[in-house]
């Protein structure tokens, strides 16, 4: 049984107002989302931040898992939570986004948060990955080992390699999450930063403006990167879900 770096374990917070499933991204782990994990849980929110599979051990674990196995988990859990607690929100970054996104267009979900998601991936060589997968498994990232080591000693985790395969069966996800934006109803909350350098910043634009939520709000970011839960702004992110959240739990008392 792989071991789970304890980086990138998952976290549980009970509480007594709506209950926040974080999802994190494609390579990443719960750490990217730990801190605003623990911002909600001080204002009294329920938070569950699950692991994907395939995550948090190895680029090799990870190069045997496919979107569906990811989503799984996501549903799962989001159909655990909502047995116990109302309202489950999904909150999720970069991909995580977009798993959120499908887990609405299929459950019809109370609201839901979609930071720095791709609908189009800021590298172009991502898309040549069908036919690279057929010549090699991994792909380096630009990295230093110096700095994920620091990053590491910092509590966070992630792959400094990416499995090919699975980064097929991502853009395989996003296909497809692209086609049910118009099926979704409800509330959104979309942030994305102009700095962005591994999705491309019209990614948010599209969702935006496909979603059929009567009820959506898209907010820019100007000096964050990627990961805008972790960046200089994570404050104005942190305060921006915490309105929304309050939003969706104030109409369903209402309600």
Not at 16 to 45: I, Q
Not at 62 to 80: C, G, H, I, S
Not at 141 to 153: F, G, I, N, S
Request: proline fraction near 6%.
């Amino acid at each position: 049984m792989a071991i789970v770096h304890r980086n990138a374990q998952p976290f549980f917070y009970d509480g007594k107002k709506a209950m926040c499933l974080l999802v994190h991204g494609f390579t990443g782990s719960p750490s990217d989302m730990r801190v605003l994990g623990e911002y909600l849980k001080g204002k009294g929110y329920g938070v569950s931040c699950i692991l994907l599979p395939g995550h948090g051990t190895s680029p090799e674990d990870m190069e045997k898992t496919a979107w569906p196995q990811w989503y799984r988990a996501v549903e799962d859990e989001y159909l655990r939570l909502k047995a116990i607690y109302s309202p489950v929100i999904p909150i999720g970054l970069s991909m995580g986004g977009i798993l959120s996104l499908h887990l609405a267009a299929q459950h019809g979900v109370p609201g839901l948060v979609a930071l720095s998601s791709p609908i189009f991936i800021g590298n172009r060589k991502a898309y040549l990955a069908p036919l690279l997968q057929f010549i090699y498994k991994y792909h380096g990232k630009p990295v230093a080992v110096e700095q994920w080591r620091k990053e590491l000693e910092e509590g966070h985790f992630y792959y400094t390699t990416t499995p090919v395969k699975p980064l097929v069966s991502l853009l395989a996800l996003i296909r497809m999450v692209k086609k049910e934006l118009s099926q979704i109803k409800a509330p959104a909350l979309i942030m994305q930063s102009w700095k962005d350098g591994t999705v491309n910043p019209r990614s948010a634009q599209y969702i935006y403006d496909n979603l059929s939520s009567d009820d959506k709000e898209l907010i820019w970011l100007e000096k964050s990167g990627h990961v805008i839960t972790l960046g200089q702004e994570r404050e104005q992110v942190f305060q921006a879900v915490e309105k929304f959240i309050q939003k969706i739990a104030g109409n369903m008392e209402v309600h």
